[in-house]
Nanobody
Framework: QVQLTESGGGRVQPGGSLRLSCAAS????????MAWFRQAPGQAREFVAV????????YYGDAVKDRFTIFGDGDKNSVSLQMNRLRSEDTAVYYC?????????????????WGQGTQVTVSS
């Protein structure tokens, strides 16, 4: 069983930055594929970014490519999402997800462990 706890959400002005963190317990992140998804009100949950704990490979959704960076900290057993040049359309609840796997996964149905989510609001 993997427990995931997100932190770092909040309110920021357009063009600003935020860093989200996802702490995992019950399992080492070194054998997990971990991802960030987001869900805006009335919309489906959307893939943001994914990282492989086994080899560090990453992949991003088109909406965040070149603005967001996902990275892991094996010593802290956590994964973070650095979000730069934020836009109003980035406003959503951001969720951390994990699955014991060796490939990058972008579908919500692929993940069996989820955090509770953290709100990110981009507004002036």
């Amino acid at each position: 069983q993997v427990q995931l706890t997100e932190s770092g959400g909040g309110r920021v002005q357009p063009g600003g930055s935020l860093r989200l963190s996802c702490a995992a317990s019950g399992h080492t992140t070194r054998t997990l594929t971990m991802a960030w998804f987001r869900q805006a009100p009335g919309q489906a949950r959307e893939f943001v970014a994914v990282i492989s704990g086994r080899n560090g490979r990453t992949y991003y959704g088109d909406a965040v490519k070149d603005r967001f960076t996902i990275f892991g900290d094996g010593d802290k057993n956590s994964v973070s999402l650095q979000m730069n040049r934020l836009r109003s359309e980035d406003t959503a609840v951001y969720y951390c997800a994990a699955k014991e796997a060796s490939v990058l996964l972008t579908s919500t149905t692929a993940y069996n462990f989820w955090g509770q989510g953290t709100q990110v609001t981009v507004s002036s």
